[in-house]
């Protein structure tokens, strides 16, 4: 078990160092990663045109059970929220607009391959 834990984690971070390429690449400012407090944890938090993005990575091989992004389920979003809003007000970001995003990153068994889909504005506060 401790080791599918750990090949699981090493997974995820290989999926954030794409997320980070990926979005340094389209022009965004990596403002913090792995942002953690007790609601849990946002894995990139990024700026670009007057926007703050808190942004969820998942990474699978295969979606054998569901697709990444239906990991972010009503909890997950409602932790992300919190943490968002924890964030900000520690941070003096609140003159920005700020909006949430997911990347599924698709990994490839036979290569090193893998595809990115980039979910923006993939949910809102209610």
């Known amino acids: 078990m401790i080791a599918i834990k750990k090949l699981n984690k090493t997974i995820g971070d290989y999926g954030e160092d794409i997320a980070c390429k990926f979005l340094i690449s389209k022009g965004y400012k990596i403002i913090d990663k792995n942002f953690r407090n007790r609601f849990g944890e946002i894995d990139l938090i990024c700026f670009k045109n007057n926007i703050l993005t808190f942004t969820e990575v998942k990474t699978r091989y295969y979606s054998k ?29 609140k003159d920005f607009f700020i909006r949430f995003d997911v990347i599924e990153i698709f990994l490839n068994m036979n290569s090193d391959s893998y595809k990115i889909n980039f979910i923006k504005d993939a949910f809102r506060i209610n």
């Open 65 to 93: 059970y569901g697709l990444p992004k239906e990991a972010v389920n009503f909890n997950k979003r409602k932790n992300i929220i919190l943490l968002s809003k924890f964030f900000i007000s520690n941070n003096n970001f």
